[in-house]
């Protein structure tokens, strides 16, 4: 009876470090994602600005 509980322990307690694995896995793929897209966005502002700096100065 103890060793069944114990054993329902130990195998939860793999299953939850699997799923906490997994959930951070995800979490950095999702801030990789964030820092990524922030730079595309700030990437696009500075060549819009130096864009709009250009036509400014030759306009």
Same mark, same amino acid.
Request: charged residues 20%.
């Given at each position: 009876? !103890?060793? =069944? #509980? +114990? $054993?329902? %322990?130990?195998?939860? *307690? *793999?299953?939850?470090?699997? @799923? +906490? $694995? /997994? #959930?951070?896995?995800?979490?950095? !793929?999702? +801030?990789?994602? %964030? =820092? /990524? %897209? #922030?730079? /595309?966005?700030?990437?696009? *502002?500075? $060549? +819009? *600005?130096?864009?709009?700096?250009? &036509? =400014? @100065? &030759?306009?």
């Amino acid at each position: 009876m !103890s060793f =069944q #509980i +114990l $054993s329902k %322990v130990i195998t939860d *307690r *793999r299953q939850f470090k699997c @799923n +906490l $694995s /997994v #959930i951070f896995f995800f979490f950095f !793929s999702i +801030l990789d994602l %964030v =820092q /990524v %897209v #922030i730079l /595309v966005q700030e990437d696009y *502002r500075m $060549s +819009l *600005r130096e864009k709009i700096f250009c &036509t =400014q @100065n &030759t306009g």
